[in-house]
Nanobody, 120 residues
Framework: QVQLVESGGGLVQPGGSLRLSCAPY????????VGWYRQAPGKERELVAS???????NCADSVKGRFTISRDNVKNTVHLQMNSLKPEDTAVYYC??????????????WGQGTQVTVSS
C-alpha cells in the first residue's frame, strides 16, 4: 500500500509560479513512477509530467519549457515546479504513483488532489 500526500496548490496570477509536492508513504520502495495529472472542469484527466525511479522524466507538450518535475531523494518527495502559469493551467492536480511490488503485479495510487487556480 502507498499513500500520497500532496501540497502546494493555490491561487496565482498569470505569469506566476507555484511548486507542488508529493510525498509517498508506505511501500515506497515498490514505486516505479510518480506522475502529476490534472483535470480541469469538463475535461478529462491528463498527464502533466512524470519521473521514474531511475530519474527519467516526461512532460506534456503543453507544459514543456514551463514545468519541471524533480525528485528529492533525501526527503523522498517529488516536486512539480510550475513557472509562467497560464489561466488554462487551472485545474485540480493529482499525484499518481505506479507501484510494482513484484514481477507481474502493479498498482496505481492517487493523491487527494490540490487545486491550482491561475487568475488575475
Amino acid at each position: 500500500q502507498v499513500q500520497l500526500v500532496e501540497s502546494g496548490g493555490g491561487l496565482v496570477q498569470p505569469g506566476g509560479s507555484l511548486r507542488l509536492s508529493c510525498a509517498p508513504y508506505g511501500d515506497i520502495f515498490s514505486i516505479n513512477t510518480v506522475g502529476w495529472y490534472r483535470q480541469a472542469p469538463g475535461k478529462e484527466r491528463e498527464l502533466v509530467a512524470s519521473i521514474t525511479s531511475s530519474g527519467s522524466t516526461n512532460c506534456a507538450d503543453s507544459v514543456k519549457g514551463r514545468f519541471t518535475i524533480s525528485r528529492d531523494n533525501v526527503k523522498n518527495t517529488v516536486h512539480l515546479q510550475m513557472n509562467s502559469l497560464k489561466p488554462e493551467d487551472t485545474a485540480v492536480y493529482y499525484c499518481n504513483a505506479l507501484s510494482t511490488p513484484r514481477i507481474g503485479v502493479s498498482y496505481t495510487y492517487w493523491g487527494q488532489g490540490t487545486q491550482v487556480t491561475v487568475s488575475s
